[in-house]
């Protein structure tokens, strides 16, 4: 089981050699295709390693992380150094110095997690500085608690795909439908149902409106509206406009489940800022026709409508604006709880979304308890580390940022997932130390002092399941360890018994006696609540067991049938279409109700005449982020090597390229190669570059340095959604592109760096 689905895999010689997809999987991932060959890759790290700098002149802020040599070591030496250098920050700095946010991905797999491994490792040794939030829904994990209670039951608890293809009559999605997304899962996922839902809805003839800056984020849609991309606010306040002065609304919806329409309609209508936003407003922003708006917005009062929003409006500047005006528009529709209208967020995100949850718990590895209080919002860890010290705003409260002195990392890779990578590596120059865990020797494990090699998935056994999918899988190693990798959890307890806390980390339990107490601790559970499963040897032979999952839901549909019962955890318990906590924080950029900022980011700004297109950085269709990058389906999509550029045939016309084309992609932060795929599925001034190309600078020494491969986080902004959530804001960049017409320096992000021999001194 992986994040992107469930396979089988046949193996020769300690490889992965081809792979199966489940049987009961109608629509595959094509990263499946990556696996093959991912085990013994030149990029896995074949053992202990420490940074030759570190090694020689110990723990310190340097410019050497990114551009020095490695030294083997033995995993005694490297557990011991680890120890060592653990013991020396706690004593001298307190736990708080250690920053254990540690985000990512990592793989599949209830207990070899490696996030919640490194967790309880650190929890054991007395905690850690912590991150909260995610990338995925930064502003929306923030705003939503506000708005609707909740931010993660909209989508464990989304309307099922089912209950869309029978009832909805208008789909209008911003950001589409993408396919390509809905291959992820986190945790896994036996089944891809999404194309086959739409297909129904279709045949049902239901209609769907596609708005988004890329044609493909949607297949099959009869409309297709191409907004100037970060100005869909300004498209639903049009859409809003219209419901209200065509008295389209839905009084008593607002009056019985929401509060504070009457202060945003003063907003909207231009009372209290002297602005109506008119669907003229709107075009003027947009640049979609007035009249489409009014068409749309008079189509969707006729008729059963579900308004979607893909978790991408929210990974911008005022971010918290997008969802929230989409549950307002809902909300003025009224068909919120209604099965097929209403509100989703996140359809073409995730495959998550649209899928039926478990009704119960499901196997976890405790984490313990963090007696450590300082945290950060996950994506201002580039603040923290270059601004020790300093005050910054979150969700009302007014915070210190810790002075970190170790970072430990297990399970993900920032060099993917952080913006302004230029920025990012002076800020991780600055610690005394930097502990990686990785299999593989990515962009993060090269700017690491202590890199402890993990095995991958295909090394271990584990179980494996997800809140949304029904079955709970056995995942069953497929290989050998590789070379002189482990398992984290071997690491991290071999580390525990050097430092004393042994027995708490492990509970005298072994990795395969984890698997085995954690299912048999679930099964004792469910066997509370009378639900039956088998054995552990039994499941464990069977490769799988399948779960009750709740069908047929539809979003807040129990809220609509009874507000009082099951009134919502907002301070009112209704939808909060103006919520007063947000507007007593007094922030400029996220005020009381949903409302329109300018982006800086954006073609109609100023911003634009120096870097004319749009940049979207989305997640890549070949991969899952940055994980096996060198894999044959990711590798299939470069161009010259690089990663591909989409650019419409104006744009490249006017830059004298075409199709095949390397193209240099730069703005004031940095600059990145990528290869040129002429396509005019999108407005002539929008281009897209996915995340996940490995980042390989051209000079290791230069921080600003070009990235010769394609990573857009060279060029993304590292600022906050807003005071509010202080989300990342990665995915639009304005960007200037010309050819490139030096010679092509070799992809070397693939390769291992120099190992050298130890100077004993
Ligand atoms: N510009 C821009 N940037 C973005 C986004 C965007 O839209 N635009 N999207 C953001 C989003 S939504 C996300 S979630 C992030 C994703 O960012 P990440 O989750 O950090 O990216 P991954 O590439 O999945 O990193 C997972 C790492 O875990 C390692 N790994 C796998 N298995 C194991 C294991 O068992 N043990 C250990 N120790 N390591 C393991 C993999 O080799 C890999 O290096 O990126 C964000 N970045
Ligand atoms: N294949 C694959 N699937 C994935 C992932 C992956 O790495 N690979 N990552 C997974 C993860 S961790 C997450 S959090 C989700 C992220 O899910 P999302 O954030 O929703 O995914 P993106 O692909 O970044 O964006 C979806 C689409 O939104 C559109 N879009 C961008 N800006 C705008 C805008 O201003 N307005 C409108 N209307 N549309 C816009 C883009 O055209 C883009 O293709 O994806 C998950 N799915
Ligand atoms: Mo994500």
């Given at each position: 089981m992986a994040h992107w689905g469930m396979y089988s895999a046949s193996a020769a010689d300690g490889e992965v050699v081809d792979i199966r997809p489940h049987a009961g999987d109608s629509s595959p991932s094509p990263a499946l295709g990556n696996v093959p060959g991912s085990v013994k890759h030149r990029s896995r790290i074949t053992g202990p390693s420490v940074r030759r700098g570190w090694l020689e002149n110990g723990p310190g802020p340097t410019d050497r992380r990114g551009n020095d040599d490695y030294v083997a070591v033995t995993w005694d030496e490297l557990t011991d150094l680890l120890a060592g250098e653990l013991r020396r920050v706690i004593d001298r700095h307190g736990n708080e110095a250690i920053y254990g946010g540690s985000y990512g991905w990592a793989?599949?797999?209830?207990?070899?997690?490696?996030?919640?491994?490194?967790?309880?490792?650190?929890?054991?040794?007395?905690?850690?500085?912590?991150?909260?939030?995610?990338?995925?829904?930064?502003?929306?994990?923030?705003?939503?608690?506000?708005?609707?209670?909740?931010?993660?039951?909209?989508?464990?608890?989304?309307?099922?795909?089912?209950?869309?293809?029978?009832?909805?009559?208008?789909?209008?999605?911003?950001?589409?439908?993408?396919?390509?997304?809905?291959?992820?899962?986190?945790?896994?996922?036996?089944?891809?149902?999404?194309?086959?839902?739409?297909?129904?809805?279709?045949?049902?003839?239901?209609?769907i409106v596609s708005v988004s800056p890329l044609r493909d984020d949607m297949h099959g849609a009869a409309t297709w509206l191409a907004p100037v991309p970060g100005s869909d606010v300004a498209v639903m306040l049009g859409l809003a406009y219209v419901l209200a002065v065509e008295n389209l609304h839905d009084t008593n919806f607002l009056d019985k489940y929401t509060t504070g329409y009457d202060t945003f309609e003063r907003y909207l209508l231009g009372a209290s800022d002297g602005i109506p936003k008119t669907p003229e407003w709107a075009s003027a922003k947009s640049g979609i026709a007035a009249e489409a708006i009014v068409d749309l917005a008079r189509s969707m009062a006729s008729r059963r409508t579900l308004i979607t929003v893909t978790w991408s409006l929210q990974r911008v500047k005022s971010g918290e604006q997008a969802p929230w005006m989409g549950i307002t528009?809902?909300?003025?529709?009224?068909?919120?709880?209604?099965?097929?209208?209403?509100?989703?967020?996140?359809?073409?995100?995730?495959?998550?979304?649209?899928?039926?949850?478990?009704?119960?718990?499901?196997?976890?590895?405790?984490?313990?308890?963090?007696?450590?209080?300082?945290?950060?919002?996950?994506?201002?860890?580039?603040?923290?580390?270059?601004?020790?010290g300093t005050e910054f705003d979150y969700n009302g409260r007014r915070m210190t940022y810790p002075d970190i002195k170790l970072v430990h990392w297990a399970g993900g890779n920032p060099f993917h997932h952080h913006q302004d990578l230029g920025r990012l590596r002076r800020a991780f120059g600055r610690p005394d130390t930097i502990v990686v865990h990785d299999p593989y020797w990515t962009p993060m494990a090269k700017h690491a002092d202590i890199v402890v090699p993990s095995t991958t998935s295909l090394e271990r056994n584990d179980l494996s399941c997800t809140r949304n999918d029904p079955l709970l899988v056995a995942m069953q190693q497929a290989v050998p360890r590789y070379a002189d990798s482990r398992d984290d959890y071997d690491t991290f307890a071999v580390v525990a018994r050097k430092m004393g806390v042994a027995d708490g980390f492990t509970e005298g339990r072994t990795s395969g006696e984890w698997i085995e107490h954690l299912y048999d601790q679930w099964r004792g559970y469910l066997r509370s609540a009378n639900v039956e499963t088998p054995e552990f040897d039994e499941f464990w032979r069977a490769g799988s067991v399948r779960m009750a999952t709740e069908e047929d839901l539809t979003?807040?549909?129990?809220?609509?049938?009874?507000?009082?019962?099951?009134?919502?955890?907002?301070?009112?318990?209704?939808?909060?279409?103006?919520?007063?906590?947000?507007?007593?924080?007094?922030?400029?950029?996220c005020i009381g109700h949903p409302a329109w900022f300018e982006p800086v980011e954006?073609?109609?700004?100023?911003?634009?005449?120096?870097?004319?297109?749009?940049?979207?950085?989305?997640?890549?269709?070949?991969?899952?982020?940055?994980?096996?990058?060198?894999?044959?389906?990711?590798?299939?999509?470069?161009?010259?090597?690089?990663?591909?550029?989409?650019?419409?045939?104006?744009?490249?016309?006017?830059?004298?390229?075409?199709?095949?084309?390397?193209?240099?992609?730069?703005?004031?932060?940095?600059?990145?190669?990528?290869?040129?795929?002429?396509?005019?599925?999108?407005?002539?001034?929008v281009v897209q570059l996915s995340t996940g190309a490995w980042y390989d600078p051209l000079d290791p020494a230069d921080t600003n340095s070009l990235c010769k491969h394609g990573n857009p986080n060279v060029l993304t902004p590292d600022v906050g959604a807003s005071s509010l959530s202080q989300g990342s804001t990665g995915q639009h960049v304005l960007v200037q592109i010309e050819r490139y017409d030096e010679a092509l320096p070799p992809i070397t992000a693939f390769d291992p760096p120099t190992m050298t021999v130890r100077s004993v001194g």
């Open positions: 793989s599949a797999g209830r207990f070899h997690h490696a996030q919640s491994q490194v967790h309880r490792f650190l929890n054991c040794l007395g905690g850690y500085t912590r991150s909260v939030n995610s990338y995925s829904t930064g502003a929306t994990g923030v705003i939503m608690p506000h708005v609707v209670g909740a931010h993660w039951k909209m989508f464990s608890r989304s309307t099922s795909w089912k209950v869309i293809a029978a009832e909805t009559d208008l789909l209008v999605a911003f950001g589409g439908v993408p396919a390509k997304n809905t291959s992820v899962n986190h945790g896994g996922t036996s089944d891809h149902p999404t194309e086959s839902a739409l297909d129904a809805l279709r045949a049902r003839g239901g209609e528009l809902a909300s003025m529709l009224g068909q919120i709880g209604i099965p097929g209208g209403g509100f989703g967020h996140g359809y073409g995100s995730m495959n998550e979304p649209g899928l039926g949850p478990v009704p119960y718990p499901l196997p976890t590895l405790p984490q313990g308890l963090n007696p450590i209080t300082a945290h950060i919002p996950v994506a201002a860890i580039a603040d923290m580390l270059l601004g020790p979003l807040f549909a129990d809220y609509r049938e009874d507000p009082v019962s099951n009134a919502l955890r907002t301070p009112s318990g209704r939808i909060e279409i103006f919520s007063e906590v947000i507007d007593g924080f007094g922030y400029q950029d954006w073609l109609n700004g100023g911003r634009a005449q120096h870097f004319p297109l749009h940049l979207i950085a989305n997640q890549p269709r070949t991969r899952l982020h940055s994980q096996l990058d060198h894999g044959a389906t990711s590798q299939a999509s470069k161009v010259q090597g690089r990663e591909p550029i989409r650019m419409h045939s104006v744009a490249a016309a006017a830059r004298g390229v075409t199709d095949g084309d390397v193209v240099r992609v730069f703005n004031d932060r940095g600059a990145c190669l990528a290869g040129v795929v002429v396509d005019d599925g999108m407005l002539d001034d």
